[in-house]
């Protein structure tokens, strides 16, 4: 049973540019959830999405989009990156039904460097 | 805000040494905490979790008791191991919604 799986793994763009990340969640999962984590910091929540469409929403500009496919898998956008968007992203899976635990799995992450 | 506060590290330890890494956190309602660990090169994996007042949650030899009173989740585990060197997360879920809110990571790194 394959986890959380995101590509790509690293990739390293220049100010203004546009990037995409992917995230398949885990077999049975229904919700994802994508995190930023800069270097020495906690996950920080960017925005969920179920049934896709976004239902919760941290504190992220408008320049951080997403979507998710009626398979479930996820995208992440950001657009005119910044320096500061350097961060290790992460792509959570959860499960919406009667049997969830509250439990989130989480991808290895994409690394993106900014330059 | 909802916010979790962790000792900072690195805590270094030597094998079979108790392991305390304190966690508080502050929050409106009733939230579950949660302990994630990462590993070098591995995504965050769920260590332990409890979901109300004076629940201990355990996993691996690692507890951590939810203390209501003294807004605390400190992990403890009574002899560590070098496999356990990793980054661990302290986190909460306020009741009703799915986000989680981290504390910054203690990094522990036990020696032989």
């Known amino acids: 049973d394959a986890g959380v799986t995101q590509s790509p793994t690293h990739l390293i763009k220049t100010r203004g540019q546009q990037v995409t990340l992917r995230c398949s969640p885990k077999s049975g999962h229904d919700t994802v959830s994508w995190y930023q984590q800069a270097l020495g910091q906690g996950p920080q929540f960017i925005f969920q999405y179920y049934e896709e469409e976004e239902r919760q929403r941290g504190n992220f500009p408008d320049r951080f989009s997403g979507h998710q496919f009626p398979n479930y898998s996820s995208e992440l956008n950001v657009n005119a990156l910044l320096l500061g968007d350097s961060a290790l992203y992460l792509c959570a899976s959860s499960y919406s039904g009667l049997q969830n635990t509250g439990e989130l799995f989480f991808g290895e992450g994409s690394r993106l460097t900014v330059l | 805000g909802d916010s979790v506060t962790q000792m900072e590290g690195p805590v270094t330890l030597s094998e079979e040494a108790f392991l305390t890494i304190n966690c508080t956190y502050t929050a409106t309602g009733y939230p579950s905490l949660f302990w994630y660990v990462q590993y070098p090169g591995e995504g965050l994996q769920l260590l332990l979790k409890?979901?109300?007042?004076?629940d201990k949650g355990s996993n691996k030899g690692f507890e951590a008791t939810y203390r209501k009173e003294t807004t605390s989740f400190h992990l403890e585990k009574g002899s560590v191991q070098v496999s356990d060197s990793a980054v661990y997360f302290c986190?909460?879920?306020?009741?009703?919604?799915?986000?989680?809110?981290f504390g910054t990571g203690t990094r522990l790194l036990v020696s032989p």
């Open positions: 986190a909460l879920r306020d009741t009703g919604f799915q986000k989680l809110v």
């Open positions: 409890a979901t109300k007042a004076d």
